[in-house]
């Protein structure tokens, strides 16, 4: 069975950090392309950051810098550690695969809400 299981979402300040991770079972996770995707409230789901399966990155402009995506595949895991966090990056956070044509069944994913 197909799993994807974000977590490490939180209240934070502005300036602060998190570190997100999402476990994923059920699939040949080395040979995915993964992302994160944030979805804020009245808005489309957006792509922010993807590891490729050879470990290549690339973000979204508004997070470059800011944000590292990594992965282990002997433990199946994405994570995303995100510093300088900004009220505009409060959102819910989904793991997934990188490309539209991969999309496994999505997961609950993880609120992360920068305020003070």
């Known amino acids: 069975q197909v799993q994807l299981v974000e977590s490490g979402g939180g209240l934070v300040q502005p300036g602060g950090s998190l570190r997100l991770s999402c476990v994923a079972s059920?699939?040949?996770?080395?040979?995915?392309?993964m992302g994160w995707y944030r979805q804020a409230p009245g808005k489309q789901r957006e792509l922010v950051a993807v590891?490729?399966?050879?470990?290549?990155?690339t973000y979204v402009n508004s997070v470059q810098g800011r944000f590292t995506i990594s992965r282990d595949n002997a433990k199946n895991t994405v994570t995303l550690q995100m510093n300088s966090l900004k009220p505009e990056d409060t959102a819910v956070y989904y793991c997934?695969?990188?490309?539209?044509?991969?999309?496994?069944?999505w997961g609950q994913g993880t609120q992360v809400t920068v305020s003070s």
């Open positions: 059920g699939i040949g996770f080395s040979g995915y392309a």
């Open positions: 997934n695969a990188g490309s539209s044509s991969r999309w496994l069944n």
């Open positions: 590891v490729g399966s050879g470990g290549t990155r």
